[in-house]
């Protein structure tokens, strides 16, 4: 989810930060017919991580 926050939202966030918990509400909301207006507050940013690994594409 950083990965996907960074290329295609433009978001640099922390690896904790991208947690997918709002996505997974928005996936239960909808299909239940259900209108949701859905807040996530990311504190953090992904500076600190920006020499490890984890953005290298595999």
Known sequence: MAKYLVREEGL?????????????????EVPAGRHATIVTIMPDSADKYLSERFWEDA
């Open 12 to 28: 640099l966030v922390g690896i904790s930060a991208a947690a997918v918990t709002s996505e997974q509400i928005a996936r239960e």
